[in-house]
């Protein structure tokens, strides 16, 4: 459910806006995975004084007075989406109405709870929908991994690729929450303690992982198999 919010300079035609919104429409729909007709965009105009903003920083080519900035509020993407999605938002502006890449901001914000939408009714977006409503709820699945590293393989892996691992696992869609352990006594040791959103959700993140090599590039560290297990969160709590 994209919340769009477009700010820029007072003075363009309606067809250009348009223009404008449709592009941004169609780049959510085709790479984005937004549903069809699921279109709600704000388009905020300001007098010239009122958006103030750097010509050069971040960009190779000066900004001009076309400049926006696209803030979009929506569930999380993994990182390949959002790329892609910024690279077809960019191509697809440039065609219609015709504004250059330097001249779009893009800010993705994420929000992941459906009591905190309403589309309307007096009713929240999990209870104005039936099949959100009534559909059963999924349970929580944590997953924990152990590994067991070679020595000479440890302090690069904790230091180096563990960081980016967590980064690119805290993103990914349907991650609730990402934590790695340290073992003190043994250094070599890692458990990972994963929760997703659903058991669907946690298929495709190893899934991911495995189409993009890393997987096979972790066995390579490694001095013994790993031990994965999964716990659906609320069938037995404890404590």
Known sequence: MPL??????????????????????????????????????????????GLIYDRNYGVGKS????????NIESDARRRDEKE???????????????????????????NTVLD?????????????????RDAPAEKDVTVTVSLKLKPEEA????????????????????????????????????????VFASRKDADAYFEWRRATGALDLLATLLSEPPSVEIWPVNAGNVG
């Open 4 to 49: 769009v919010r477009v700010t820029m300079i007072k003075g363009k035609s309606p067809d250009y806006i348009k223009k404008m919104s449709d592009s941004i429409y169609e780049a959510l729909v085709e790479a984005f995975q937004m549903p069809e007709n699921d279109m709600f965009q704000i388009i905020e105009q300001l007098e010239p004084g």
């Open 63 to 70: 900004r001009s007075e076309d400049f926006l900035f696209i």
């Open 84 to 110: 892609a999605f910024i690279r077809s938002l960019s191509e697809k502006l440039a065609a219609s109405p015709g504004i250059a890449p330097n001249d779009i901001f893009v800010r993705l914000s994420v």
């Open 116 to 132: 905190d939408w309403s589309f309307g009714d007096g009713v929240t977006a999990a209870n104005g929908f039936p099949e959100l």
């Open 155 to 194: 302090e690069q892996f904790c230091n180096v690729m563990l960081p980016e691992l967590q980064k690119q696992t805290r993103v990914f869609k349907g991650v609730k929450s990402a934590r790695a352990v340290r073992q003190a006594e043994d250094p070599t040791r890692l458990l990972f303690i994963d």
